[in-house]
């Protein structure tokens, strides 16, 4: 059997966060009551006209200057002519051969493949091309029972960026790390909220299979209902191997749209796909082109440092590992988390502060199913309990025993460590007197460490612990020891 070459095109739909709609005022919010955030103009009833979001092309711009694509002059609208239930005017306004953005290219972050991917990334640093982004209005929602249909047209009209790459992919993988590296930009960015479980990002797949050696790509086969980044992973693997055993068999592959039931996990013949000219473009008669120039002045000032930026920083700026570095700056609010404790004592080494967020914070978020969003824990008060810990006021078990009540009860560490008594002693009189107390009594230790085996200090501090009840700073009891025993 001959060795096949996958290579795979995605187009992302990805809901802008505007308040109002693409094309009128009705607002653009979800979860609202069905079938309530509607007009004339996004319903397609006659004589509605469409009147153009100023806001929604400004975050588009943006998205493309962030993915270093390219804005023509002049851009215009069109009509896309297809009819579906859930198309309230049998036509899509749309852009078609002068989109909002052109070219560029999406980064994949290492630490956006899947985890069991990430020891055997094929093409560190790739950055997949992209063909265009254009500016739509989104359809209105489908719900599918068991004998009927119900369609929600609250989502009718919401802006919508489709986000076309190259067939530049080569694996499930790389999709995979593609869809999660774009949302993080996107997120990045303040363009959209990108919640797959809310449908603000949506996904199509197109994938074809050829022979080793041949040039022209296979037939095109784009998959359908993709709803998490788990599922578009399975599927293509599924609908990958699907079309190399129907090459083997000697099968003609078609152009076609296949649905994924994950349930199944297969996929199923849904219909031969169009070409564009059974789309029967035309330019939309109720809109005039739009000059870009100004647009892209007032947005401009606006792109964000992104997250390879932000790691690249971190890795600089606070000494952080670059797997720390990637982790941190992987959610923009993770970052700002990170950020906010660092800023609050600078005698606290950012990389401590690094360690505990990765290791301890994301510990128990990821425990418990929660966000950084929702953490109890404010950044605020980290930097508070890590300078009680490196100031010496506190030791490290001590340290883990406060987060633990601080992430349970919201309390500051202030209060919890005064409560349970945790207060260390750093008196020096007082602490000396305690060495004191062991040596006299010990005399064959300190013969011990001064006959050359001065792991025996550890001894005397530990008696010094005991004797304090843990209250002690070890640092301090093992210099004050150091001083008294090795002459």
């Given at each position: 059997?001959?060795?096949?070459?996958?290579?795979?095109?995605l187009?992302?739909?990805?809901?802008?966060?505007?308040?109002?709609?693409?094309?009128?005022?009705?607002?653009?919010?979800?979860?609202?009551?069905?079938?309530?955030?509607?007009?004339?103009?996004?319903?397609?009833?006659?004589?509605?006209?469409?009147?153009?979001?100023?806001?929604?092309?400004?975050?588009?711009?943006?998205?493309g200057?962030?993915?270093?694509?390219?804005?023509?002059?002049?851009?215009?609208?069109?009509?896309?002519?297809?009819?579906?239930?859930?198309?309230?005017?049998?036509?899509?306004?749309?852009?078609?051969?002068?989109?909002?953005?052109?070219?560029?290219?999406?980064?994949?972050?290492?630490?956006?493949?899947?985890?069991?991917?990430?020891?055997?990334?094929?093409?560190?640093?790739?950055?997949?091309?992209?063909?265009?982004?254009?500016?739509?209005?989104?359809?209105?929602?489908?719900?599918?029972?068991?004998?009927?249909?119900?369609?929600?047209?609250?989502?009718?009209?919401?802006?919508?960026?489709?986000?076309?790459?190259?067939?530049?992919?080569?694996?499930?993988?790389?999709?995979?790390?593609?869809?999660?590296?774009?949302r993080?930009?996107?997120?990045?960015?303040?363009?959209?909220?990108?919640?797959?479980?809310?449908?603000?990002?949506?996904?199509?797949?197109?994938?074809?299979?050829?022979?080793?050696?041949?040039?022209?790509?296979?037939?095109?086969?784009?998959?359908?209902?993709?709803?998490?980044?788990?599922?578009?992973?399975?599927?293509?693997?599924?609908?990958?191997?699907?079309?190399?055993d129907?090459?083997?068999?000697?099968?003609?592959?078609?152009?076609?749209?296949?649905?994924?039931?994950?349930?199944?996990?297969?996929?199923?013949?849904?219909?031969?796909?169009?070409?564009?000219?059974?789309?029967?473009?035309?330019?939309?008669?109720?809109?005039?082109?739009?000059?870009?120039?100004?647009?892209?002045e007032?947005?401009?000032?606006?792109?964000?440092?992104?997250?390879h930026?932000?790691?690249?920083?971190?890795?600089?700026?606070?000494?952080?590992?670059?797997?720390?570095?990637?982790?941190?700056?992987?959610?923009?609010?993770?970052?700002?988390?990170?950020?906010?404790?660092?800023?609050?004592?600078?005698?606290?080494?950012?990389?401590?502060?690094?360690?505990?967020?990765?290791?301890?914070?994301?510990?128990?978020?990821?425990?418990g199913?929660?966000?950084?969003?929702?953490?109890?824990?404010?950044?605020?008060?980290?930097?508070?309990?890590?300078t009680?810990?490196e100031?010496?006021?506190?030791?490290?078990?001590?340290?883990?025993?406060?987060?633990?009540?601080?992430?349970?009860?919201?309390?500051?560490?202030?209060?919890?460590?005064?409560?349970?008594?945790?207060?260390?002693?750093?008196?020096?009189?007082?602490?000396?007197?305690?060495?004191?107390?062991?040596?006299?009594?010990?005399?064959?230790?300190?013969?011990?460490?001064?006959?050359?085996?001065?792991?025996?200090?550890?001894?005397?501090?530990?008696?010094?612990?005991?004797?304090?009840?843990?209250?002690?700073?070890?640092?301090?009891?093992?210099?004050?020891?150091?001083?008294?025993?090795?002459?």
């Open positions: 059997m001959p060795n096949y070459i996958v290579t795979i095109g187009e992302v739909h990805a809901q802008l966060n505007t308040r109002s709609k693409m094309f009128c005022a009705c607002a653009a919010e979800y979860g609202a009551e069905p079938n309530t955030l509607t007009c004339p103009t996004c319903l397609g009833l006659p004589g509605a006209l469409p009147v153009l979001n100023r806001l929604a092309i400004e975050k588009t711009i943006l998205t200057i962030m993915l270093n694509c390219t804005t023509p002059p002049v851009v215009k609208w069109d009509r896309k002519n297809y009819f579906y239930p859930d198309m309230p005017k049998n036509y899509q306004i749309t852009q078609f051969d002068l989109p909002l953005c052109l070219g560029g290219g999406v980064p994949l972050y290492d630490l956006a493949y899947p985890k069991d991917a990430q020891k055997s990334i094929a093409n560190p640093g790739k950055v997949v091309k992209l063909t265009r982004i254009h500016l739509e209005e989104d359809v209105a929602k489908s719900t599918h029972h068991e004998r009927f249909t119900t369609i929600d047209f609250n989502r009718a009209g919401t802006p919508l960026m489709e986000i076309v790459s190259e067939p530049d992919i080569d694996s499930a993988e790389e999709a995979f790390a593609y869809l999660t590296s774009l993080q930009i996107l997120i990045y960015g303040g363009v959209s909220d990108a919640d797959m479980e809310k449908g603000q990002l949506r996904c199509d797949v197109n994938i074809s299979v050829r022979p080793e050696g041949q040039k022209e790509l296979g037939a095109k086969i784009e998959l359908k209902n993709l709803n998490s980044m788990s599922a578009i992973r399975r599927a293509i693997k599924s609908e990958t191997q699907r079309q190399i129907c090459l083997n068999r000697g099968e003609k592959l078609i152009q076609s749209t296949r649905r994924w039931d994950d349930d199944l996990g297969e996929t199923a013949l849904m219909r031969t796909k169009e070409d564009a000219h059974d789309y029967r473009y035309l330019p939309d008669p109720d809109l005039l082109p739009v000059n870009t120039a100004d647009l892209i007032k947005v401009r000032p606006q792109v964000p440092e992104l997250p930026q932000k790691r690249d920083r971190f890795e600089r700026d606070f000494g952080c590992s670059p797997y720390d570095a990637g982790v941190l700056a992987s959610e923009k609010a993770l970052a700002e988390y990170f950020e906010k404790a660092v800023g609050a004592d600078p005698k606290v080494p950012a990389k401590k502060v690094a360690n505990w967020v990765i290791n301890d914070l994301l510990g128990v978020l990821n425990e199913s929660l966000s950084i969003e929702d953490c109890p824990v404010k950044p605020e008060s980290l930097s508070a309990l890590l009680a810990l100031s010496g006021k506190i030791s490290g078990n001590q340290a883990k025993e406060v987060f633990s009540e601080m992430f349970s009860t919201g309390t500051e560490p202030a209060a919890i460590i005064k409560a349970k008594g945790f207060e260390q002693v750093s008196d020096t009189g007082a602490l000396e007197a305690m060495v004191d107390q062991i040596i006299a009594s010990a005399p064959d230790k300190v013969a011990e460490v001064r006959g050359g085996n001065e792991k025996a200090l550890n001894w005397f501090t530990g008696q010094v612990m005991k004797l304090s009840q843990g209250k002690a700073n070890p640092k301090i009891v093992t210099e004050i020891v150091k001083a008294k025993v090795i002459v």
